[in-house]
């Protein structure tokens, strides 16, 4: 394990999103985009977010690619993650979520509760026990569009929580 991959400190929290560029990473499961865009919008809507901008990894089952990772520190003050919806695709959102912590990106990780052991786990082999992710209901990917918003409805107190957000 190298120096890096055990430092299990969060990154400095903001107590306010006003005037912030959130970042979404989508991991190209179903219903993502829609999940993290609407997480977006009403970051922007009521908590003053200055805009959000939307990436998307090239394979679910992988940890984003460090070319995208260092675009991503580079354009965003805070980011949201996911989804995990199966196995694999868990643990890759819980890696992504804890390398942007490293990073400096205070982030959200987002994956589906049937999965959330998947998640743990990953946490514990990148040395960050501790992570704290949210886990939306499953399933998620045969959701309609209004299943999805009220899902991302549901997420919004823990996105903030996790994000130090002061409500």
């Known amino acids: 394990m190298s120096e890096d991959s055990?430092?299990?400190?969060?990154?400095?929290?903001?107590?306010?999103?006003?005037?912030?560029?959130?970042?979404?990473?989508?991991?190209?499961?179903?219903?993502?985009?829609?999940?993290l865009q609407a997480i977006g919008?009403?970051?922007?809507?009521?908590?003053?977010?200055?805009?959000?901008?939307?990436?998307?990894?090239?394979?679910?089952?992988?940890?984003?690619?460090?070319?995208?990772?260092?675009?991503?520190?580079?354009?965003?003050?805070v980011l949201i993650t996911g989804v995990g919806d199966c196995g694999s695709c868990s643990a890759a959102t819980v890696a992504d979520g804890i390398q942007f912590e490293r990073a400096g990106?205070?982030?959200?990780?987002?994956?589906?509760?049937?999965?959330?052991?998947?998640?743990?786990?990953?946490?514990?082999?990148?040395g960050f026990p501790g992570f704290d992710f949210y886990a939306v209901q499953h399933p998620f990917a045969s959701l309609d569009a209004d299943e999805v918003r009220e899902r991302a409805m549901t997420a919004l107190p823990d996105v903030l929580r996790i994000l130090g957000v002061e409500g």
């Not at 908590?47 to 965003?76: C, H, M, N, Q, W």
């Not at 205070?106 to 786990?121: E, K, L, M, Q, W």
Request: aromatic share 6%; net charge neutral.
């Open 6 to 35: 055990a430092d299990a400190t969060l990154s400095r929290r903001t107590a306010s999103l006003r005037g912030l560029t959130v970042g979404l990473l989508d991991n190209t499961k179903p219903n993502t985009t829609d999940l």
């Open 41 to 77: 919008d009403e970051l922007q809507r009521t908590y003053g977010a200055a805009g959000s901008r939307l990436y998307t990894k090239d394979y679910f089952g992988t940890p984003a690619k460090p070319e995208l990772r260092d675009k991503i520190v580079a354009e965003v003050d």
């Open 105 to 126: 990106i205070p982030t959200v990780a987002i994956t589906s509760d049937s999965f959330y052991a998947s998640g743990r786990a990953m946490a514990q082999v990148q």
